[in-house]
C-alpha cells in the first residue's frame, strides 16, 4: 500500500492550493485519512481529518480556510487551501488507517510530504 501526495507548490499570501493524496495497492477498506504538517523547527502538527463516513475535523488556525474531503471510489483525500498564510508554510504529509483484507485490522500508513510554501 502506498500514499501518492501531490499539490504542493509555492503561492502568494492570500492565495490557494489543493493537495490531493491517493492510496493505492492492495486495499480492502479505508477508515480515517488524514493532512499533517510540519514547519521548519517545529513539531508535526494535525491539520484536518475525516472520517470514512464524512466526519471532518480541523486545527483551529486553519478552521474557516481548509476544506478536508475525500473520494471512497478513488481512495483519494483532499485538502482545499484557501486565504493562505505565510505561517501556513510546511511539509504536508498524509495519513490513513487501511486495511488490506476483512479482518477488521487497520494499518496506519503515512505518504511521502509535499511542500507548501506561502510566500510574497
Known amino acids: 500500500v502506498q500514499l501518492q501526495a501531490s499539490g504542493g507548490g509555492l503561492v502568494q499570501p492570500g492565495g490557494f492550493l489543493r493537495l490531493s493524496c491517493a492510496a493505492s495497492?492492495?486495499?480492502?477498506?479505508?477508515?480515517?485519512m488524514r493532512w499533517y504538517r510540519r514547519a521548519a523547527g517545529k513539531q508535526r502538527e494535525l491539520v484536518a481529518g475525516?472520517?470514512?463516513?464524512?466526519?471532518?475535523n480541523y486545527v483551529n488556525s486553519v478552521k474557516g480556510r481548509f476544506a478536508i474531503s475525500r473520494d471512497n471510489a478513488k481512495n483519494t483525500v483532499y485538502l482545499q487551501m484557501n486565504s493562505l498564510k505565510p505561517e501556513d508554510t510546511a511539509v504536508y504529509y498524509c495519513?490513513?488507517?487501511?486495511?488490506?483484507?476483512?479482518?477488521?485490522?487497520?494499518?496506519?500508513?503515512w505518504g511521502q510530504g509535499t511542500q507548501v510554501t506561502v510566500s510574497s
Open positions: 495519513n490513513a488507517d487501511i486495511s488490506r483484507s476483512d479482518s477488521g485490522y487497520y494499518t496506519n500508513y
Open positions: 495497492g492492495s486495499i480492502f477498506s479505508i477508515n480515517a
Open positions: 475525516v472520517t470514512s463516513g464524512g466526519n471532518t
